[in-house]
């Protein structure tokens, strides 16, 4: 597979890079191969500024990988508190992050208001760190907005980015199921409304990019999701309950 997936046809300005754990980076990670996460790299191809979404595994990697595309990473976003995304320890893992990145550059690092304690719980970092948000505001990286979406359920303050035509979507929605609810935070029916109701409002031929690689190809347009995947065939909360609930 490619590393990169292209956007759609907006304009020039918008950067964007799909990177697969223990493939594009962190290569020699055993976890990270098997846990196959994607980082993104997001920006503004004039003014060469980028955030990083979710960096873990292997922050240098992550960090050159901008480099190499002459991209100064500026800041950070992360979906959610699992170290898999964010750095931590998980399983009695340590596993490379949000800390590690702040120790080679000093940028902020957004979450959702909802996730920020529990962010706080899992890494090495203070609350001075973080800037917290609230569903609907916008990260804007040189001349790109990035409107950043609650979508509680998988944990609490688990958010979506929305940017020029692509839905980065954590561990919300993947292209085949979603993010388990059965893990500290999260919500079944939370979830539910986050997928029938805040991401409603994205349009079907958005490109969904998601947080881990659990399907055949690396993105696909949200429509042709909304079309196969079974999270979306319950007509009611109460079917998709007995279906997804706890």
């Avoid at 098997?34 to 993104?40: D, G, K, L, P």
């Avoid at 292209?175 to 539910?192: Q, S, V, W």
């Avoid at 993105?219 to 609930?245: C, H, I, Y």
Wanted: proline residues 6%; hydrophobic residues 40%.
């Amino acid at each position: 597979m490619t590393d990169t997936v292209d956007p759609p046809a907006t304009e020039d300005r918008f950067y964007l890079r799909q990177l697969l754990s223990g493939h594009d980076f962190a290569a020699s990670d055993g976890v990270a191969q098997q846990m196959r996460n994607f980082a993104y790299l997001i920006g503004d191809s004039i003014t060469r500024e980028c955030v990083v979404v979710d960096p873990a595994y292997g922050v240098d990697d992550l960090l050159a990988a901008a480099e190499r595309d002459d991209m100064t990473v500026t800041g950070a976003l992360v979906t959610h508190y699992h170290p898999d995304h964010c750095g931590g320890s998980m399983m009695g893992m340590q596993i490379e992050g949000v800390a590690e990145l702040l120790d080679r550059v000093d940028v902020p690092i957004h979450v959702q208001a909802d996730e920020a304690e529990w962010v706080l719980k899992v890494t090495d970092l203070s609350p001075t760190n973080l800037v917290s948000h609230r569903s609907g505001d916008v990260v804007r990286v040189g001349e790109v907005d990035i409107e950043l979406l609650h979508t509680p359920g998988h944990t609490p303050g688990s958010q979506c980015f929305l940017v020029d035509g692509c839905l980065i979507s954590g561990d919300t929605l993947f292209l085949d199921g979603c993010g388990r609810t059965d893990l500290p935070g999260g919500d079944p029916e939370a979830l539910y409304h986050s997928l029938t109701g805040t991401l409603a409002k994205v349009p079907d031929d958005a490109v969904l990019l998601p947080g881990h690689l659990y399907s055949a190809a690396p993105a696909e347009r949200l429509g042709d999701t909304r079309a196969r995947n079974v999270v979306f065939k319950p007509a009611s909360l109460e079917q998709w309950m007995m279906m997804f609930g706890n």
